[in-house]
């Protein structure tokens, strides 16, 4: 998929774990999972506002784009 999520990155960077990020976002620790190893199918744009404002960032912070391979065949 040509869209990293850079969660993880951003975590480590302002030293917070998955599990209070979670709480402080109102999702579960497993959706929170979902998306931040790149399996989630969408994102709420409220999720996302939500995940910049507690990690104080912004959203290209979290997503990048990259070319897909696959589509230039």
Same mark, same amino acid.
């Given at each position: 998929?040509? %869209? %990293?999520?850079?969660?993880?990155?951003?975590? =480590?960077?302002? *030293?917070? +774990?998955?599990?209070?990020? =979670? =709480? *402080?976002? $109102? %999702? !579960? &620790?497993?959706?929170?999972?979902?998306? @931040?190893?790149? +399996?989630? @199918?969408?994102? +709420?744009? !409220?999720?996302?506002? =939500?995940? /910049? @404002?507690?990690? @104080? /960032?912004?959203? $290209?912070?979290?997503? &990048?784009?990259?070319?897909?391979? &696959?589509?230039? *065949?």
């Amino acid at each position: 998929m040509p %869209i %990293i999520i850079n969660l993880d990155v951003m975590l =480590a960077v302002r *030293k917070m +774990r998955s599990n209070e990020l =979670a =709480a *402080k976002i $109102g %999702i !579960t &620790e497993q959706n929170l999972s979902v998306l @931040k190893n790149g +399996r989630a @199918k969408a994102l +709420r744009l !409220t999720t996302l506002e =939500a995940i /910049c @404002k507690h990690l @104080k /960032c912004q959203p $290209g912070d979290i997503l &990048e784009y990259t070319e897909d391979n &696959e589509d230039n *065949k």
